[in-house]
């Protein structure tokens, strides 16, 4: 799929749904505040408890970092591309009457494509 300049919008749980089957092509994750980064020694898994949604960067079996996402809280994903060509964010938004925040971001290598939920792409993938 071409990400165009005009985001594309869905919802929280076919975002989560097909991107625990990308885990490879996670380039980083993060809020506002804090950014989790790929690299060749480290891998992404993804999960959930309740309504907390997490994602966790390891070296082998030590925990690195995580990002916990209360999914109650999140509108909508939001799919653009970044400045680079391989490169399409996801932006999870929290938005209010009066408010709209990305409370959370994924930046993969690819995008979401609803005809390939099962495959994907890995030209910049790092593992």
């Known amino acids: 799929m071409v990400v165009s300049e005009t985001p594309n919008t869905m919802s929280l749980d076919d975002f989560w749904t097909w991107l625990l089957g990308h ?5 980083r994750a ?4 804090t950014v989790l980064f790929d690299d060749d020694d480290l891998h992404w898994q993804f999960g959930n408890e309740s309504e907390t949604l997490f994602t966790q960067v390891l070296r082998g079996k030590r925990l690195m970092g995580e990002l916990l996402i209360n999914s109650e809280a999140i509108s909508y994903v939001e799919m653009h591309g970044g400045e680079r060509e391989d490169e399409v964010f996801f932006d999870l938004i929290v938005e209010s009457e009066t408010d709209r925040v ?6 993969l290598s690819h995008g979401f494509d609803e005809d390939e939920l099962d495959t994907h792409n890995t030209r910049h993938a790092v593992h």
Do not use: I, K, R
């Open 102 to 107: 990305v409370a959370y971001f994924f930046v």
């Open 30 to 33: 993060g809020t506002p505040d």
């Open 23 to 27: 885990p490879n092509c996670v380039l």
